[in-house]
């Protein structure tokens, strides 16, 4: 065999990645969403969320549009964490997610399903849940379980406790669930530590994070400022996911609609640092173009796919955890 004598001052690309911007033009879409959240503003439903921006610096109207300065906004996305451990109900579960790793979920949440032992096509229940997570619990490739069908045949305010308890006892992965709001969250919360135990709680943290999104263009309604606080306040991680689409609730160009994307996802951060510096936060999205002709959201479309790599891009610029949406 051949000797090769080893590279001098060998430069390695580090992996392969998508980047969709210099760093010029991330720094231009920054000023542009400090320009929107300082001039146009972000319309928060809850009065507790608004007294908390007012006292905080930014600036509340009588609308309920709250306007936030740049320094607030660069402060909380420097206060938020660059790292963070999912924990699932075993330690060799664990799963971290931060700048340059990646890993992948399951997409949620399919309505209908051909039942497998009969092939009627019908609505999601829980134990199709109950099945499906032991299925995701199975594969390697999926570090971090969502729901991908619905306890539909339970009552719908109270589905998502349903779900977690769906899914808590089918997987020792980690979950990221929707909560509907903060009361669901501390039912969940405390589901969660009845499954692994008090010691391991403390010691790894909630093996269930969450996920909420803001209403596209700019509003922050009260469920989601709900779950914003209540996340901030019990120590748990919260992706904070716009689903704003192109053509539709956003600009029809992929860049106003990212500008606009960021302004949703970084007014919940703001709102998540002023709760508690720190609190753990994921920058999400399930952007997408809306196709016009039908009215209804490109899902895996290409579209999609240039977005994704956008956020991506985005957050390591921010260097936040990001979590982005296929199809």
Known sequence: MT?????AGFLASGGF????????ELEELHRATLEILEHT??????EEARALFREKGALVESDGVVKMPPWMVDEAIRSAPRRLTMAGRTP??????EGGRVTFTCFGEGISIYDPFDGEYRTTCKNDLKYSTRIIDSLDVISVVERC???QDVPAKVQCVHNYEAIVNNTTKPVFL??????????MLEMAKAAVGEARYKAAGSPVSFITCPVSPLRLVEDCCDIIMTCAEEDVALCILSMAMSGGSAPVNLAGTLVTHNAEVLAGIVLSQLVKKGAKVVYGSSTTAMNLKIATACVGSPELAMINAAVASIARFYGLPSWVAGG
């Open 41 to 46: 503003g972000v319309y928060v439903q809850k």
């Open 178 to 187: 929707g909560p509907e709001n903060g009361r669901n969250i501390k039912i």
């Open 149 to 151: 069908v619905g306890s």
């Open 3 to 7: 000797f090769r004598a080893p590279s």
């Open 92 to 97: 060799q579960r664990d799963c971290v997610i």
């Open 17 to 24: 990645r998508l980047e969709t911007f210099t760093r010029d």
